[in-house]
């Protein structure tokens, strides 16, 4: 199936009027997952969980993973919701202004209009940064207002080679005394990719933004089963990170799983294999 045909985006406008891409695949009413006993909805009827896609930094929700998840979670029956960062793939702006709250709001804003009652977060790279900082937002809100129960939406995260507070740890402080001087003078670095011919920008605006969400130093409880998924031959995000943020999570169902011979993408066939495994059990808790 081609889901660059089968599945056409959808436009949701943001309060500024950009207009970012989603796809959402309704769940069905057959498949081996549908079949399956559904979760009580917070007292408003029964409702399966479905799945939210947050993919990476520079990073489509048509990309090898998010397809195979969709087309995964038509064969189970399940829903699915995958959608594009401003300045990403089929949404709107310039990928030179995202920053970290822009993208957040924007996962926020999915959560709550397209994404269909009890969700399942699965982020991968930056991604699941955006899947923590969600839920970090969704946990101070529901300390300081009886009103706000989106929290209670999320039954389980499924992260993958979590990039959590990329923009310090992995950019600004790995980066040589010149590029940073580099970045404060003009306000871009073009930084080399190993994924692409073209260097991509980093702005100064992403990196003093991203100071507004680092987690690191902090501990909160998800509220949640998390499952954390990263490969040991990781050379853009360093697995020992994914062991400090178990430390990170106040929570005792947090589970870390370490692919020998997994790189970033984990995305061959057997890592999906492991993938949809690693969501079936969340799903069927």
């Given at each position: 199936m081609n889901s660059n045909t089968d599945h056409p985006p959808t436009k949701l406008a943001m309060p500024d009027g950009r207009r970012i891409s989603y796809i959402r695949?309704?769940?069905?009413?057959?498949?081996?997952?549908?079949?399956?006993?559904?979760?009580?909805?917070?007292?408003e009827g029964t409702a399966r969980p479905e799945l939210m896609w947050m993919?990476?930094?520079?990073?489509e929700m048509r990309g090898g993973k998010a397809d195979a998840?969709?087309?995964?979670?038509?064969?189970?029956?399940?829903?699915f919701t995958r959608f594009d960062y401003s300045g990403h793939g089929a949404s709107e702006g310039r990928f030179e202004d995202g920053t970290i709250s822009r993208?957040?709001?924007?996962?926020?804003t999915i959560f709550r209009e397209v994404a269909r009652g009890p969700q399942i977060l699965v982020g991968s790279s930056m991604g699941a940064w955006l899947a923590l900082l969600l839920m970090h937002r969704l946990v101070g809100r529901l300390a300081g207002s009886n009103e706000d129960d989106a929290l209670s939406r999320i039954k389980g995260a499924v992260l993958i080679a979590p990039a959590w507070d990329m923009t310090e740890?992995?950019?600004w402080e790995p980066a040589p005394d010149d590029i940073r001087e580099e970045l404060m003078e003009t306000g871009v670095w073009h930084r080399p990719s190993a994924y692409d011919d073209q260097p991509y920008p980093i702005t100064r605006a992403l990196i003093e933004d991203g100071r507004k969400h680092l987690i690191g130093g902090t501990t909160f409880d998800p509220g949640c089963p998390v499952r954390i998924l990263h490969g040991l031959k990781d050379a853009d995000v360093p697995w020992q990170g994914s062991v400090?943020?178990?430390?990170?999570?106040e929570a005792d169902d947090v589970r870390l799983t370490?692919?020998?011979?997994?790189?970033?993408r984990l995305s061959r066939d057997k890592d999906l294999r492991l993938l949809e495994r690693t969501i079936g059990e969340l799903w069927e808790r």
């Open positions: 695949l309704a769940p069905q009413a057959q498949g081996p997952k549908a079949q399956m006993p559904t979760t009580q909805d917070n007292g993919g990476g930094f520079r990073s998840l969709h087309e995964w979670c038509a064969a189970q029956g399940l829903g993208w957040l709001e924007e996962t926020e740890r992995l950019m400090t943020l178990m430390e990170l999570l370490l692919i020998k011979d997994g790189e970033h």
